[in-house]
């Protein structure tokens, strides 16, 4: 029985000890494999990314604009990171923020830090009051709206393949590589 045909392949939770030059090569010389890389980096302090049991620190990620061309000249860039996890300073905070203006990612999530019993994080509790962590998001996503409203421009006019996942009442649903299923919207 021959293979399936596999049109399109994405790399999802690529920890950044593992984001080589290698990988983005092979990323960039195989057409199925999509100009995506998702790095799960959770914080830009040290201190917290040993808390959230980072893979590894978030220095060396590499950084779309420089990195990746001309190698993977459109690739995207999306991440996820935790506010108001517990001992999280407003210098520290602001850490993140410059390191997202640095890297500027296409896309990011963002959740604030939630108490669960049983974890990893029970014995720190939850210090950081509800508006801060709130404040603190807004001010991420706010910071990060502004950078992906750019990225998204660079797109005007131009033609991407999109996958339709989706038809009724007049209506096309359907995401181009930018857009992971579940993760990062409709078109």
Request: glycine share 8%; net charge negative; proline share 9%.
């Amino acid at each position: 029985m021959p293979a399936p045909r596999i049109d399109w392949i994405r790399v999802l939770y690529a920890y950044p000890g593992y984001v080589t030059d290698r990988l983005i090569d092979v990323i960039a010389s195989q057409p199925q494999i999509l100009p995506y890389l998702d790095m799960p980096l959770q914080h830009a302090h040290r201190k917290h990314c040993a808390a959230c049991a980072a893979r590894q620190m978030s220095i060396g990620i590499p950084h779309p604009g420089k990195d990746a061309p001309p190698r993977c000249p459109t690739w995207l860039l999306r991440s996820t990171f935790i506010v108001g996890y517990p001992g999280e300073t407003e210098e520290e905070f602001l850490a993140l923020l410059k390191f997202i203006d640095e890297i500027r990612f296409d896309r990011v999530g963002t959740f604030q830090f939630s108490f669960e019993p049983g974890t990893g994080s029970e014995t720190l509790g939850d210090p950081i009051p509800a508006e801060v962590k709130q404040e603190r998001y807004d001010r991420l996503m706010e910071r990060q709206q502004a950078i992906s409203l750019e990225k998204n421009q660079a797109f005007v006019g131009q033609t991407l393949d999109v996958l339709v996942e989706g038809y009724g009442d007049g209506i096309a649903v359907g995401r181009s590589y930018r857009d992971a299923p579940e993760i990062d919207g409709w078109l």
